[in-house]
């Protein structure tokens, strides 16, 4: 079994330890094989790792016994995921279209999911930013998922991560916090964004006027700001929701997402992004993972929108280029 490299089709549970269809193991001596080249971890809801069926222990019981990080190439990226496993596994799939598409080897991945923090992150946001429920989080609430953000970070360091990237937006609002002490390099989505907007050259829509870009998300991540903050230093005006915007399109926008009611869903987020166009912006970036699919993708509107997701993504591909290149 050993004297070749083996396949093994995993029929397990979606929240076990490791969530792979496909994993290859090479020979190191008689008794221990390297860990896979891409490895999904999920804690159940206690955080802890569940009980599972024989196979699946076997594997897990493997990857324990190995004294090293579970992934040693320079170029080996930790993901950290955030308000839902559907952000991140829409995040892994534009990694993996985007390498194809550019003809380049996806590079080693490390993911970190807790179901834990995606209801403590999806509860924070549904209280910023629904009509039903206002009520301002405490301290501990931002002070519990910061040290949940940060073990998770930590993790993925000790997993082997060059470099750590985070999916998801509201999660960028402690970014600093999180990675400060860092062993390892880290990209921001917005940083990201902003910083391919500049190099793309835009021109302003209105002559004499600065260039003006417009950013659509939740109450949380508007509030948090860093959105505005990465766009400014490259030097855009950064265009928002005003209030009545907000509160007559964007928040019942995502509420009717919540009820199910797609097309009320759509035809508010319509109106926002017209009232956003309509000011003379250049593009708008869509910061919400709940808006992201609401509009079909032969939407008119959509071809003026940004998808920071994907800036994320290429970002991350040219940084594990660079970092296999110089094998470091």
């Not at 549970?13 to 891409?38: E, F, G, H, W």
């Not at 987020?269 to 000011?279: E, G, M, T």
């Not at 919400?288 to 998808?307: N, Q």
Request: contains cysteine.
């Amino acid at each position: 079994m050993l004297d070749r490299s083996l396949q093994m089709s995993l029929n397990c549970p979606s929240y076990l330890l490791v969530r792979q269809r496909t994993l290859c193991y090479k020979r190191l001596n008689p008794v221990r094989a390297m860990p896979p080249s891409s490895v999904i971890l999920h804690t159940d809801e206690s955080g802890k790792f569940p009980e599972s069926r024989k196979t699946c222990n076997s594997l897990i019981a493997s990857l324990s016994s190995y004294d090293g990080p579970l992934l040693s190439a320079p170029n080996t990226v930790g993901i950290l995921g955030g308000l839902s496993v559907d952000s991140t596994l829409n995040f892994l799939r534009k990694l993996v279209h985007l390498s194809k598409e550019n003809e380049v080897k996806c590079m080693p991945f490390v993911v970190c999911s807790d179901p834990v923090l995606n209801r403590e992150l999806s509860s924070l946001e549904r209280s910023l930013s629904s009509l039903c429920s206002r009520n301002e989080p405490s301290q501990s609430d931002h002070t519990r998922i910061v040290e949940n953000l940060r073990s998770k970070r930590v993790f993925l360091e000790k997993s082997g991560a060059h470099c750590i990237v985070m999916p998801c937006h509201i999660s960028h609002s402690w970014h600093d916090e999180v990675f400060k002490g860092c062993s390892v390099h880290s990209l921001h989505m917005a940083e990201c964004v902003a910083r391919e907007l500049k190099e793309a050259g835009l021109k302003p829509l209105e002559t004499g006027s600065p260039l003006r870009i417009g950013v659509l998300a939740t109450d949380a991540t508007l509030k948090a700001g860093f959105y505005q903050e990465k766009l400014q230093i490259e030097g855009f005006e950064v265009v928002m929701p005003d209030k009545a915007t907000m509160e007559h399109a964007v928040i019942p926008a995502i509420d009717a997402l919540n009820r199910k009611d797609m097309e009320g869903a759509r035809n508010l987020l319509r109106i926002a992004l017209q009232v956003l166009l309509v000011r003379a912006v250049n593009t708008v970036i869509i910061a919400s993972d709940d808006m992201r699919d609401v509009l079909p993708r032969d939407d008119p509107l959509l071809k003026k929108c940004i998808d920071p997701m994907d800036a994320l993504a290429r970002s991350t591909i040219k940084w594990a280029q660079q970092a296999a290149e110089e094998g470091t």
